[in-house]
């Protein structure tokens, strides 16, 4: 059995930040890649970022530059820095562990992030 809880989700007005974090109880030691997805409403689910054990990182377009993802493997707990917050980026993220980012064997509930302009 394996539980993702996610944290940090929460109201910020644009440009400012937050910070998810997403620990994962149970045994996780088969999985190699962490990370967001996020969806809005009435829109599609998708990849916000990941990282793989190595510390391998893929990031969306719309948030290059400014989302940062890290990890400790130690805590099996992934990290989102999220600086230079849009009003494009409300939405529900939800944390995954699996072999890839295409390869999800775990989801967390999901935390709101509300960025109001």
């Known amino acids: 059995q394996v539980q993702l809880v996610e944290s940090g989700g929460g109201l910020v007005q644009a440009g400012g930040s937050l910070r998810l974090s997403c620990a994962a109880s149970?045994?996780?030691?088969?999985?190699?890649?962490m990370g967001w997805y996020r969806q809005a409403p009435e829109k599609q689910r998708e990849l916000v970022a990941s990282i793989t054990r190595g510390g391998s990182t893929v990031y969306a377009d719309s948030v290059k530059g400014r989302f940062t993802i890290s990890r400790d493997n130690a805590k099996n707990t992934v990290y989102l820095q999220m600086n230079s917050l849009k009003p494009e980026d409300t939405a529900v993220y939800y944390c995954?562990?699996?072999?890839?980012?295409?390869?999800?064997?775990?989801w967390g509930k999901g935390t709101l992030v509300t960025v109001s302009s």
């Open positions: 995954f562990n699996g072999g890839s980012r295409d390869w999800v064997q775990y």
């Open positions: 149970g045994s996780i030691f088969s999985t190699n890649a």
